[in-house]
């Protein structure tokens, strides 16, 4: 469409990113199917990426490698077996790490000014602590996993 306002670029990215979710999606759940973990892997993608959309995190350089690491990490996220004590413990450092470094590599990313961004620390951590209530083993390996995420290495 010639006459389109958006850049061909823009375009590109947005399927790219389409490509890229649904093919994640559509992956871990095919695997959790064959492994019997479609609710461990439901918990993983959603806690994960609602984390994710609030507080930021690190991005892959290739889109394949987003794909295969992404849905690794799901599919392994689904076996998370931990007891109350170990929920308790990620969630702490889940919370320290989206307090410390979150958020983390939004910047050009979202259209949420940078005002905002402390409000996002909030959200993040409330998220974090809706799982103290909820304990679920699964949301809290997510949340702590998404929180390494946060971490910026400085060299």
């Known amino acids: ?4 306002p ?4 823009v375009l590109k990215h947005g399927i790219a990113v389409a490509i890229n979710t649904a093919s994640i999606i559509l992956l871990t759940i095919g695997i959790s199917l064959l492994t ?9 993608m959603l806690s994960f990426s609602l984390l994710r959309q609030v507080v930021g995190g ?18 392994a996220l689904s076996f998370a077996n931990l007891n109350h004590n170990l929920i308790v413990v990620t969630s702490i450092l889940s919370t320290i790490l989206v307090l410390l ?20 620390k909030v959200c993040g951590v409330a998220l974090i602590a809706l799982n103290l209530w909820l304990a679920l083993p699964v949301v809290a390996a997510s949340f702590f996993v998404q929180s390494l995420t946060l971490i910026r290495r400085r060299l």
Request: charged fraction near 15%.
């Open 36 to 44: 019997g973990r479609v609710q461990g892997a439901i918990l993983a």
């Open 1 to 4: 469409m010639p006459d389109h």
């Open 6 to 9: 958006s850049s061909i670029n």
């Open 58 to 75: 690190i991005h892959l350089k290739s889109s394949m490698v987003c794909i295969i690491v992404s849905t690794v990490l799901l599919t």
């Open 101 to 120: 470094y979150g958020p983390s590599r939004i910047e050009g990313r979202t259209r949420i000014p940078k005002r905002y961004y402390p409000l996002l």
